[in-house]
Nanobody, 120 residues
């Protein structure tokens, strides 16, 4: 079994910064890619915010380009989301997902989410 755990959320003023972390742990798996999603208050669907592939290619939602950066550590089992110039509309629960190859199958593991609130 693979566990995905996020951390680093909190309350920040508009224009401030936060860094979220996401660690995948377990046995017998290889990470194919990782991503951050968010679900804003009152919305039913999660929005893709940023993704990073096995070769460190990245993509971003248009609404966060230039403000949020996804990157990984050397072992590639931990991914970060550096969030700068935060806006109230960035308020959401942020979820990390890890696309894995485990026991010959491609699987997706999700974390429990971490709350980010941008407010003065």
């Amino acid at each position: 079994q693979v566990q995905v755990v996020e951390s680093g959320g909190g309350l920040v003023q508009p224009g401030g910064s936060l860094r979220l972390s996401c660690a995948a742990s377990g046995s017998d798996f290889a990470i194919l890619g990782m991503a951050w999603y968010r679900q804003a208050p009152g919305k039913q669907q999660r929005e893709s915010v940023a993704t990073i592939t096995g070769d460190d290619s990245t993509t971003y939602a248009n609404s966060v380009k230039g403000r949020l950066t996804i990157f990984r550590n050397n072992t590639k089992s931990t991914v970060y989301l550096q969030m700068n110039s935060l806006k109230p509309e960035d308020t959401a629960v942020y979820y990390c997902s890890s696309r894995l190859l485990r026991l010959g199958l491609v699987q997706t593991a999700w974390g429990q989410g971490t709350q980010v609130t941008v407010s003065s």
